[in-house]
């Protein structure tokens, strides 16, 4: 699948009565999700082992600058504020049945501006998962 025909929200109400906004403007995200490590080692095996513990929830993009763009407006003001926000990443419109894909709450921890002389400008954006409002990462299939 191309990377054009999935889908990123931010969510600009609260958990509970949401209000997704398409982030038209992104490109080149990535996603990543990975898990802590441990050491647990023992004198009985040659070979070291390893134990995963807790997840690590992040996204990047950059996004092209659009002035009162308002998917970005609240990246921005979750960002000045300090506070989660909701985004959700779909492999579909979310107004299609059978789209798959998760919700996580995020902190937003770099929204910065690139202004390249000769390119567009974007905005490097950074977002961090967080259960601050007691969410964790969730799986989601629109129904």
């Known amino acids: 699948m191309q990377g054009r025909k999935n889908y990123l929200y931010v969510n600009s109400g609260t958990y509970g009565s949401v209000t997704w906004l398409e982030v038209k403007q992104a490109r080149d ?11 647990d080692s023992c004198r009985g095996f040659e070979m070291a082992s390893t134990e995963v513990g807790q ?6 993009f ?3 600058y659009k002035r009162g763009d308002p998917a970005l407006d609240a990246l921005r ?21 059978g789209s798959k894909g998760f919700r996580v709450d995020v902190k937003v921890t770099t929204f910065g501006r690139q202004e390249p002389l000769p390119d567009t400008t974007t905005i490097p954006i950074v977002l961090k998962g967080t259960t601050a409002d007691g969410h964790e990462l969730e799986e989601v299939t629109m129904s």
């Open 62 to 64: 950059d996004a092209v």
């Open 29 to 39: 995200v990535q996603h990543d999700d990975s898990r802590s490590e441990g050491d």
């Open 77 to 97: 003001a979750a960002y000045r504020a300090a506070v989660p926000i909701g985004i959700m990443a779909l492999d579909g419109p979310r107004t299609t049945a």
């Open 55 to 60: 997840f690590t929830y992040g996204c990047s």
